[in-house]
């Protein structure tokens, strides 16, 4: 495998118009906007509100974010709520030159340890590209082990992105997964500095998505080895992540790129963009991080 996966990758929000239909100008904006300052992008997860989306709607965002990557890896989530659909938008993703793929496990409803097994399998097998288990547990309702992570690491998963929140669990998966090229992922960047210390090779970052240069600077802070420093700039980090939070932390998200001078467009409902109350307490506080 040639491909590292590194660095911050953000998961890239899906632009919707007013009515709600994918706003195709708006998305390239934004793509191109966050391609000139990261090293990957994750679209159609949890920020690209790939469960919000019909498989069809998913392939186009797909295509346009792999259109406007410029020099990013892009891997392309293709996690649904059953076998033959995550299938379906692997094989997808392959043909439009998608540089791997990502998949929660199946939500909803609870599954076995075994079928859930062979739902990555399916997905391993169908395509001729790096897979990634995207570890959601708060989401999929079904967490994944290190033991179940490690069995499918010897059966050929590529990596994994652990959205877990839980800096114990991520330490497992590095001491139970001993497949030498394997690619861990943490995603959030409110635990970066300490994942990437223990091994992790990049960060799948939710507030990338409106600071990517900012992100991209924490990254090279770390790179450069002053645990201080990087101390100083991982606690930066969490306070700007602490805003996205006053609201929905999707529709935050939309707002935050609006005043950066962008058009994101719109979330899709059941959300809605964020009142204009908050909209000002959050401007005036990025204002004095000096973020805006």
Not at 157 to 169: P, Q, R, T, Y
Not at 177 to 206: C, H, M, Q, W, Y
């Amino acid at each position: 495998m040639t491909k590292q996966f590194s660095g911050i990758i953000p998961p890239v929000i899906t632009c919707f118009d007013e009515e709600g239909r994918i706003d195709e100008e708006a998305q390239r904006e934004v793509v191109r906007f966050q391609a000139k300052h990261v090293n990957g992008f994750y679209p159609c997860g949890t920020y690209g509100s790939g469960p919000l989306m019909t498989i069809e709607e998913r392939k186009r965002v797909a295509e346009i974010v792999v259109e406007e990557k410029g020099s990013c890896d892009v891997i392309v989530h293709v996690g649904a709520i059953n076998t033959g659909q995550s299938v379906e938008l692997a094989e997808h993703a392959q043909s439009i030159g998608a540089d791997a793929v990502g998949a929660i496990p199946p939500y909803y409803y609870k599954y076995t340890s075994e079928q859930l097994l062979d739902h990555y399998r399916a997905i391993i097998r169908a395509v001729d590209l790096p897979v990634f288990l995207y570890n959601n547990p708060g989401l999929s309702g079904n967490p994944i082990s290190a033991e179940m992570l490690a069995t499918l690491a010897d059966e050929g998963l590529a990596g994994v992105k652990d959205s877990a929140f839980d800096l114990v669990s991520f330490y497992m998966y590095l001491i139970k997964v001993r497949k030498p090229d394997f690619i861990f992922i943490i995603g959030t960047e409110a635990i970066a500095a300490a994942a990437l210390d223990a091994g992790a090779n990049g960060v799948i970052s939710g507030l990338a998505n409106v600071f990517p240069e900012f992100m991209a600077s924490f990254y090279r802070t770390w790179q450069e080895g002053n645990p201080r420093k990087t101390g100083e700039h991982q606690l930066k980090v969490v306070k700007a992540r602490s805003i996205l939070k006053y609201g929905p932390t999707l529709t935050m998200t939309y707002a935050v790129l609006k005043m950066r001078g962008m058009n994101p467009g719109h979330p899709r409902a059941p959300y809605q963009d964020i009142p204009a109350s908050l909209y000002e307490r959050a401007e005036g506080e990025l204002r004095n991080m000096g973020l805006l």
